[in-house]
């Protein structure tokens, strides 16, 4: 049973144009959310989180929109640049989860077309 | 600094056999996290270490097993390989329990049983 998903394997985007990822969540304990980025070769690297407390955070480039209600959130990139395709996993962790365990969805692979 | 580093990189073994799996965590992390991501799949969680007992483990069998050092590194032990097992696992390590902390994760070790 998959209690984060991210129903599209993978997205293509012309390089300046914004990216969406998304990514669904059926545990209502989730009470804090991650983005990761993966690149061949290499570790998934933190991205950007969202508290459930926020409905969307940015950082740069990037920003987090978290819809409590549909247990769903967003990644969105503007403007995409070919740098930045890669895999990007969604986790989430539970307000009962100690330490830092995360639950991952199945990754989108992101392609930006210069 | 030093990242997570994991050891060896690949590693190709007999349906049956052990592999021993190594991370070694960020200097001053205490948490390590073990993750197993089969082709196709997210991230599965496996174990989490800290201060070297093993704190909670994911859905997996007891031939999954581990430990972790005086000096935080961590070892993955698989027994009685199947070829399900096949798969990149990832080491993350965080700073001691707190919840919502930054996880990184080293390049992953990929284990092929045939």
């Known amino acids: 049973d998959q209690q984060v998903k991210q129903n599209s394997p993978s997205l293509s985007v012309q390089e300046g144009r914004i990216s969406i990822l998304n990514c669904d969540y059926t545990n209502s304990m989730f009470d804090y959310f991650l983005w990761y980025k993966k690149y061949p070769a290499e570790g998934p690297t933190f991205l950007i989180s969202i508290s459930s407390i926020k409905d969307k955070n940015e950082d740069g480039r990037f920003t987090v929109f978290l819809n409590k209600s549909a247990k769903h959130l967003s990644l969105h990139i503007v403007p995409s640049q070919p740098g930045d395709s890669a895999v990007y996993f969604c986790a989430a962790s539970a307000w009962y989860n100690a330490g830092n365990m995360l639950t991952f969805g199945g990754g989108t692979r992101l392609m930006v077309k210069p | 600094e030093a990242g997570v580093t994991q050891s060896p990189t690949h590693l190709i073994k007999t349906r049956g056999q052990q592999a021993t799996l190594r991370c070694s965590p960020i200097?001053?992390?205490?948490?390590v996290y073990w993750y197993q991501q089969a082709l196709g799949l997210g991230l599965q969680f496996l174990l989490w270490y800290d201060e070297g007992e093993e704190r909670n483990r994911g859905n997996f069998p007891p031939r999954f097993s581990g430990r972790q050092f005086p000096n935080y590194s961590s070892e993955l032990n698989v027994n009685a390989l199947e070829l399900e097992d096949s798969a990149l696992y990832l080491c993350a390590s965080s700073l001691a329990g707190n919840r919502n902390t930054e996880a990184f994760f080293g390049q992953g070790t990929r284990l092929t049983v045939v």
């Open positions: 200097s001053g992390h205490t948490s």
